[in-house]
T-cell receptor
Framework: GAGVSQSPSNKVTEKGKDVELRCDPI?????LYWYRQSLGQGLEFLIY????????KSGLPSDRFSAERTGGSVSTLTIQRTQQEDSAVYLCASSFSASPNEQFFGPGTRLTVL | AQSVTQLDSQVPVFEEAPVELRCNYS??????LFWYVQYPNQGLQLLLKYLSGSTLVKGINGFEAEFNKSQTSFHLRKPSVHISDTAEYFCAVRSGGSYIPTFGRGTSLIVHP
């Protein structure tokens, strides 16, 4: 079946602009995660959605970052007033539930802020 | 909070040689342990996982890992590597009371011919 998809694959933007990154999880997966991957920094957790529960936003680095998940499926990560330090690969992952199953990752969106 | 340490940022090795990628985590009563692989320009893919039971876990592509509770380690091994194993490898740990895995910084495995 189809895996996790993300769009766009690459995004170049100017400092100060807003960007939206999209994630389509695997159908039926109730849990969805956003991570940021910077060079040499590993994966930094940003936000977690589980079903209809309130999201865990504890990893969002500033109030410029927000995310939503509509209808328990597609998710959008929005970064307002982008800064150069926001440049990174943004990865989305989904899993069947909050139980200790594997996470299925999308290919990521590479964001470059000029 | 859980922390995960991958001691080696880069591991160069010749083809057909054995390799061990190290992972240590901070102590927790119960943990679930994972190794993921990331090929260039791709997302992460699960190699293997430890949830319970036997401490020696076998995964895809000939990799295996051993859970050592006393040393809080989950090292990844392969007896003979191939050029195609060149990739970034991430160790991840999820504590029993958390829904969010913590990832290490990754180890770049570079296999030379």
């Amino acid at each position: 079946g189809a895996g996790v998809s993300q769009s766009p694959s690459n995004k170049v933007t100017e400092k100060g602009k807003d960007v939206e990154l999209r994630c389509d999880p695997i159908s039926g997966h109730t849990a969805l995660y956003w991570y940021r991957q910077s060079l040499g920094q590993g994966l930094e957790f940003l936000i977690y959605f589980q079903g209809n529960s309130a999201p865990d936003k504890s990893g969002l680095p500033s109030d410029r970052f927000s995310a939503e998940r509509t209808g328990g499926s597609v998710s959008t990560l929005t970064i307002q007033r982008t800064q150069q330090e926001d440049s990174a690969v943004y990865l989305c992952a989904s899993s069947f539930s909050a139980s200790p199953n594997e996470q299925f990752f999308g290919p990521g969106t590479r964001l470059t802020v000029l | 909070a859980q922390s995960v340490t991958q001691l080696d940022s880069q591991v160069p090795v010749f083809e057909e040689a054995p390799v061990e990628l190290r992972c240590n985590y901070s102590s927790s009563v119960s943990v679930y342990l994972f190794w993921y692989v990331q090929y260039p320009n791709q997302g992460l893919q699960l190699l293997l996982k430890y949830l319970s039971g036997s401490t020696l876990v076998k995964g895809i592509n000939g990799f295996e890992a051993e859970f050592n509770k006393s040393q809080t380690s989950f090292h990844l091994r392969k007896p003979s590597v191939h050029i195609s194993d060149t990739a970034e490898y991430f160790c991840a740990v999820r504590s029993g009371g958390s829904y969010i895995p913590t990832f290490g910084r990754g180890t770049s495995l570079i296999v030379h011919p």
